[in-house]
């Protein structure tokens, strides 16, 4: 049986790529953003659902290639996804998830909101 880290090695350089462009995204011009989009990204997880996007990408790409269309969608995916877990974190009132500091215990409600809000609006 593979695991998920196998699974996804043949896009593991392009989820690295994705994490430094949204922790770029995310905390562009604003300083309390940029602590919480770093504190975000580089908590680890695994990265599926971007990977799974960015595997399928690859698969019904001509040469294999993927394009900044697919990339984008990879992105768009992580940050739903992420919105969706540091929102549930402040609801859930959780001081840790795999882990390590929520956003919420780590700066504060507000600022987990308004990262959550943030991630969400530039998804759509």
């Not at 043949?10 to 011009?29: F, Q, S, Y």
């Not at 969608?73 to 500091?101: F, N, P």
């Not at 956003?103 to 308004?114: E, K, Q």
């Amino acid at each position: 049986m593979n695991t998920v880290t196998e699974l996804l090695q043949p896009v593991e350089n392009d989820l690295d790529d994705l994490i430094l462009e949204l922790k770029n995204l995310i905390g562009a011009g604003h300083p309390i953003l940029q602590a919480a989009a770093e504190h975000l990204f580089s908590a680890g997880g695994k990265r599926l659902r971007p990977g799974i996007v960015l595997l399928i990408s690859k698969a019904i790409s001509p040469e294999f290639c993927l394009t900044t269309k697919h990339k984008r969608l990879a992105e768009i995916t992580e940050m739903i996804h992420t919105a969706s877990l540091v929102h549930d974190d402040v609801v859930d009132e959780a001081s840790t998830r795999r882990g390590v500091d929520t956003v919420h215990s780590r700066f504060n409600t507000r600022v987990a909101v308004l990262a959550g809000d943030f991630l969400f609006a530039q998804a759509s």
